[in-house]
């Protein structure tokens, strides 16, 4: 889940190149839209850390895919510098909210195994990162940016898989204590 949050989350600094095209955007606007997206992805990710640090949300795997799915989704149709800002603050508030209890999970996962877990989360993670770029190239940049909706299909198929995690982890937070 790791591996395709970010997958989807490095979709948007491979578009900005359609973007910079299709809406005429200048390098100062292209900054605001990285501005934006890791404002919402980093700033309120401690934040949502601290809420889940006193009460573990195990269902905020799939909320936080839900917003990631809601903001690629209105991506592929924003026609506005504006709709572009809200898009990528969307998505970007759906991995503040699926990082700190993805990592969470990890952890009660790993059966003791503490390091190998969150080493094996990263991987997932980097990988992702490095995978969303290349699908963009294959999928965006030949067919234009209604094709980013394509990606929406890994975000819907993420949201079923995490709720049959998030209903296993919520059966386990007891092993958190």
Not at 106 to 129: E, I, P, R, T
Not at 155 to 173: D, E, G, H, R, T
Request: hydrophobic residues 50%; aromatic residues 12%; charged residues 10%.
């Amino acid at each position: 889940s790791h591996m395709f949050n970010d997958t989807l989350q490095s979709i948007i600094p491979a578009m900005y190149p359609l973007l910079r095209d299709s809406l005429l955007l200048n390098f100062t606007q292209i900054g605001l839209i990285t501005l934006v997206f890791q404002m919402s992805s980093s700033l309120f990710q401690p934040i949502v850390g601290l809420i889940t640090d006193k009460r573990p949300q195990p269902y905020s795997l799939p909320v936080g895919m839900t917003f990631t799915m809601i903001g690629i989704l209105s991506l592929s149709f924003a026609s506005s510098f504006t709709l572009v800002l809200i898009s990528v603050f969307l998505t970007g508030i759906g991995s503040s909210i699926f990082h700190p209890e993805a990592s969470r999970l990890a952890y009660l996962a790993s059966g003791g195994k503490h390091g190998l877990a969150q080493s094996l989360f990263q991987v997932g993670g980097n990988f992702g990162g490095s995978l969303g770029p290349l699908l963009a190239a294959l999928i965006i940049a030949p067919y234009g940016q209604r094709y980013v909706s394509v990606f929406s299909i890994i975000a819907l198929v993420c949201i079923l898989i995490m709720l049959i995690i998030s209903k296993w982890y919520k059966a386990n937070l007891y092993r958190l204590r």
